[in-house]
């Protein structure tokens, strides 16, 4: 057994039925030249043959001293988890996109291992997609990018590959089992000794960020972010949106405006959202405030969480895009500074901490105008070569994470090769006409071309 980290407990504790916690992915593909319908069929026959899964697809729940932790799932059943459906022609990337959106809608049950994977045949031109999802408290970004490395190759002439869950782990070093009730206390009070250990350097950053944010109005921190309609409670209905644009187009704007390529993620990002608003004429009057995961795994495993948390005001109120470029600069690097003294341990429980308040406002509602953030924003590296899988050429892989309650809309985009792919998923009845911000996107990036 395996326990999980107070993170990974987060994301369990926080999943209601209209808020599920898993997060997934859509792969697009294009057959092999002169692969036909049949073949593409008999490839699903061979990934449905069998019940054998490797970890972490073969790992379920259970609890020992009222603590989750994983363990195998000796009654592992496939047809469980694995499905094959095909789209109502003519197939189009319209289509796909709302069967994810359903897909994603519906919770994972805990008496199995908390993944699925959907094999979608009858895409335009020949296509298939496969759409994944696998529970937060089991993986993050970094992670899941891994597991698509992974399992598949750089070789457009591989065949006879292994389905995704039955792909072997490289061998590594073991952490974190434990075999019965006084290894299960043992890991516990391991982890207590470690958490304690951080406890100096995060009062310190604490303390910091109190003073900060109260004599800095571009800090973008504790609870400053304006209430919109972005911030209010979801229903279980999800809607995403999903396109790719040049990295080498996104990177030249970034080096001519002296920025990263996240700084330019997050202005195209504040366009978009400033222009979405003044449309629904609900802009606020302050700026909104981003949330964007920062990855803190610095070993091989591709299971778990290890994330920080860097926050940043958008400058969604300020009308001028080189202003507003200028703004989110400014307030990336304040953040990133703050975080840069302290190891990854302690930017975990710092960012439990300056969260803490906003998972139990997430959790009972009791302070609905109180907002840490207003939005997430999550951009992670992904594969930078074209890979395959059995023949087939992956052309594009879409995120599609997690909408809560106060905050209904999720912005994640992941590289491959020479594209930057963004994923909207969004409450449905929340953020209507969420697909319009795909063009929004579009007018960002073009704006900051002009400057």
Known sequence: MKALSPLDQMFLMLERRNQPMHVGSLMLFQPPPGASAEDIRELVDQMAQGDHAEPPFDQRLTRKLALPFWTKDDDFDLSHHFRHIALPQPGRIRELLAMVSN????????????????FIEGVSDGRFAMYSKMHHAMIDGVAAVRLVERVLSTDPDARDMEPPWAVKRPA?????LVAGPTSALSAVMGGLKAQAKSWPAVTKALVSTYQQARKDSEFGDLFRAPTTIFNRRIGNARRFAAQS???SRVKAAGKKLGGTL????LAMCASALRRYLIEQNALPDQPLITMMPMSLRRDDSDSGNQVGMVLANLGTHVADPSERMSLIKRSVAASKERLSKMSPAEIMNYTGLISGPAGLNLATGIAPKKQLYNVVISNVPGPKQTLYWNGARLEGIYPVSIPVDGMALNITLVSYGDQLNF??????RSVPHVQRMLEYLEQGLVELERL
Do not use: M, Q, Y
């Open 103 to 118: 897909l994603h809608s519906s919770l994972l049950d805990r008496e199995f291992p908390l993944w699925e994977t959907t």
């Open 172 to 176: 590594r070093k073991k952490e974190g």
């Open 245 to 247: 644009w040049s990295l």
């Open 262 to 265: 996240n700084d330019v993620v």
């Open 423 to 428: 994923g909207l998923i969004a409450c449905r």
